[in-house]
């Protein structure tokens, strides 16, 4: 069996350095269950979950239907709002022994003594190097760097991933997880090459055959492009990657025209998006997706994706091998 062995496959106790990263809505059960039996690792979206018990049926439904380890995603709000789950979803992950989690949106560290107490690594994803910096300060795990062309939040630096990865692994010590724009083999190989000790996905796995989206849904990601997204809600300081739909077309509008949070969020909410998700309506809601949707044009399983991308990482190691003068006298 071929595999690379890393910091991070050793931290999850996985046979593959291939991570799916929290997706709202879509990351549960089913798909969570299907990476880790094929060897990676997946999180569950806390945010999809409006109380911790749902969360924790979750957990309970994902266990019946994989023994390997999974973890949950932990998205915090900007700022505290009156209606905060952080501090549920920790309570969770702690007493569920969940051994890892992805934790993005804002500095975990009021979290760090209780998750550590109960022995949950964390990952915690952003978008500029210089929070990779601090997340390692404040004692985090490990963290994931996702650049510009990540579908969610790519941060408001528009810098790619080709240049964020590799000075996030230059200036820490901490594992680095690398995420955006990630999709194959070749990326797969390209990561590590940067210092990458795992990739983290998100576009590829929302077009797998577990994904819980409505099938005209998964025909029109296929043929999506990569100049088919578009960055909006940069006028709130909380840019996202998404669809280029009639949705997204009239946020960026409202956005120009100077709308305020309040106007934005009937268009925005995640709740709208999960709507179109179920029915299949391609122009409703801001759906989060990253510009690699250009380089996916089949919808395969999540095994399938998984196996693929090792054999084909392997093909490019033994092409580079045969262009290199390593072990050629
Ligand atoms: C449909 C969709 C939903 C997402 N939802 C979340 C989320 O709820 N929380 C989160 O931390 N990241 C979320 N992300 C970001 C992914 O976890 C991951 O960081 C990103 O997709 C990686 O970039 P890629 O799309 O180029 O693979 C979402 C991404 C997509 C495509």
Redesign the pocket.
């Known amino acids: 069996m071929f595999t690379f062995e890393t910091r991070i496959t050793k931290m999850l106790g996985i046979k593959y350095p291939i991570l799916m990263?929290?997706?709202?809505w879509?990351t549960k059960a089913e798909m969570v269950s299907a990476i880790a039996n094929a060897g990676g690792f997946g999180f569950i979206?806390a945010?999809s979950f409006p109380t911790g018990e749902e969360l924790r049926e979750e957990i309970k439904k994902t266990r019946d239907m994989t023994d390997k380890p999974f973890g949950v995603?932990i998205?915090m709000l900007p700022v505290i709002m009156p209606n905060d789950m952080t501090e549920v979803y920790v309570d969770v992950v702690c007493e569920e022994g969940i051994p890892a989690v992805?934790t993005?949106?804002r500095n975990p560290e009021p979290y760090l003594p209780k998750l550590k107490a109960a022995n949950v690594k964390v990952i915690h994803?952003v978008p500029a190097v210089k929070y990779a910096q601090k997340a390692e300060s404040v004692g985090v795990d490990a963290v994931?760097i996702?650049g510009y062309?990540?579908?969610?939040?790519p941060g408001l630096d528009e810098v790619t991933t080709l240049v964020k990865l590799p000075k996030a692994v230059e200036t820490l010590s901490i594992p680095v997880v690398a995420?955006?724009?990630?999709c194959d083999g070749k990326s797969l190989v390209a990561a590590l090459s940067l210092g990458a000790e795992a990739v983290?996905?998100?576009?590829?796995f929302?077009m797998s055959k577990e994904c819980p989206v409505h099938e005209n849904f998964k025909k029109w990601l296929v043929q999506l492009q990569e100049t088919d997204t578009i960055v909006v809600e940069k006028s709130i300081r909380n840019p996202a990657r998404i669809i280029r739909n009639e949705a997204a077309m009239t946020v960026a509008r409202m956005e120009e025209e100077g709308a305020t949070l309040e106007e934005l969020l009937p268009i925005i909410s995640g709740k709208v998006g999960k709507e179109a998700y179920l029915s299949g309506d391609i122009n409703k809601g801001c759906?989060?997706?990253?510009?690699?949707v250009g380089r996916i044009n089949e919808v395969k399983s999540i095994s399938e994706i998984v196996n693929d991308i090792m054999s084909e990482a392997e093909q490019v190691l033994i092409r580079l091998n045969n262009l290199s003068s390593i072990n050629k006298t």
Do not use: W
């Open positions: 990263g929290g997706l709202q879509l979206t945010v995603n998205s992805e993005a949106g994803k994931t996702v062309e990540c579908g969610g939040h995420g955006g724009g990630f983290l996905m998100g576009t590829r929302m759906i989060a997706c990253g510009q690699v």
